[in-house]
């Protein structure tokens, strides 16, 4: 009777808990690698747009300084600005404001609040603007890190969006709507409550920086930013040159 010797098959052979260890390690490292890098790059967003908020805020005091005018208020910008062609050829009245009371109406075409992204960048004072795009961001107006992009207007009521102590003055409005007005669809409130505590006191509804449309906050009183609402509810007025 003949004998057999019996083989183990080493293709059928499992993970030993040595491998199996290695590679929930490995999986581990790169999740932790994936969130780690979605989280650099959401504090990135928030950081470059308030610089953009400041350098935006600059480039118009810097403007100023340059030509005793406001951009897009400016009377003669066709005969002062380098490179003025197309929209920046557009002059204001002169008044020392920017559109009054356009900062929540959206954008008048060819008005202040329309041609002072082009004077800035005829001046040399900002990048991002692109006049063969027409009226979207990254074209007429400049976008930010975040999402959406900006609007630039002069406010007279002292009651600008959710705020009922806003000051006058000239403000901007991020938001993602570059035809019109804002909506509250750019940001999520974390998002908001994030760009609001780099500028100002952290809070929808006062100091210079602010939501422009209900639903941002939490409705409570003293109102704070929703941050557990991940949706995007959320615009922001902030003022400059203060």
């Not at 690698?33 to 400041?54: H, P, R």
């Not at 002169?94 to 109406?105: H, P, W």
Request: proline share 5%; net charge negative.
């Amino acid at each position: 009777m003949g004998t057999h010797e019996i083989t183990a098959d080493k293709r059928q052979a499992g993970f030993t808990l040595v491998e199996l260890a290695v590679v929930m390690i490995i999986i581990g490292l790169l999740i932790g690698g994936v969130l780690k890098g979605q989280e650099l790059i959401a504090n990135a967003q928030i950081t470059g747009t308030a610089s953009a908020v400041k350098s935006i805020d600059a480039a118009t005091t810097t403007f100023r300084d340059t030509y005793a005018a406001l951009p897009g208020d400016i009377t003669n910008p066709a005969a002062r600005l380098p490179n003025c062609v197309g929209v920046c050829n557009n002059p204001g009245d002169g008044n020392t404001r920017i559109d009054t009371d356009a900062v929540d109406a959206g954008m008048t075409a060819n008005g202040e609040n329309h041609v002072f992204w082009s004077h800035l960048a005829a001046a040399d004072l900002i990048t991002g603007i692109d006049p063969n795009l027409g009226v979207a961001f990254g074209g007429d107006y400049p976008s930010a890190p975040i999402a959406g992009g900006f609007h630039a207007g002069f406010d007279s009521t002292g009651v600008l969006g959710e705020n009922p102590q806003s000051r006058t003055g000239h403000y901007l409005v991020l938001h993602d709507n570059a035809g019109g007005a804002p909506a509250g669809t750019a940001l999520s409130a974390l998002q908001a409550a994030r760009i609001d505590r780099k500028l100002d006191d952290g809070a929808p509804t006062s100091g210079t920086v602010f939501e422009s449309v209900a639903g941002c906050d939490d409705g409570g009183a003293p109102a704070v930013y929703d941050e557990a609402n991940g949706g995007a509810v959320c615009d922001l007025f902030l003022r400059f040159q203060n």
